[in-house]
């Protein structure tokens, strides 16, 4: 199994951050109902519900469905544009300064590191997690020490870049 396949299964089963446990309890009670009606059907025991509230509750259903489509696909959209545009800012702000700084070649490289790490962190806390191992690559383990202790390790980041920019 390639790793793309992988991970669209992996988001597919997970239980954080997903509503599918609270649906399936709901699709195995509603079963069961069916199933109850089945056998007293089955038995003999005529089961007559109206159909007039079937249909108000399907156009119901449909319109709420409609609505939190939408909402979910707005704040989809919303998010890729905001990560959008930390990536081009991210990739201007690393191209101004390797054109138009004159410093040494490594300063350059640092500057682009914390360009990378601010990505990486903010990415990251975003998501919730905490483990940074892109970003423990990236760094001395100094400054790693320093950035994971930081109470917001995002700001942190964007301030060494202040930081540097303001020594050039």
Sequence with gaps: MNEAHRSWLRVLLTRRGSSSPGVFVRVLAFGAI????LVLDELGVRVHLPQGVHESAAAVVALLLAVRTNTGFSRFWEGRSLWG???NGSR???????????????????????IAVFAWVTRRRLRGEEAWPEVERLLSPEDFAALASAGHPSLY???RMSETIAGW
């Design 34 to 37: 069916g199933v109850v009606v």
């Design 85 to 87: 545009a930390i990536v």
């Design 92 to 114: 201007n702000l690393a191209q101004v300064a390797g054109c138009h700084v004159k410093c040494e070649s490594h300063e350059i490289e640092s500057f682009r590191t914390w």
């Design 157 to 159: 980041a964007s301030r």
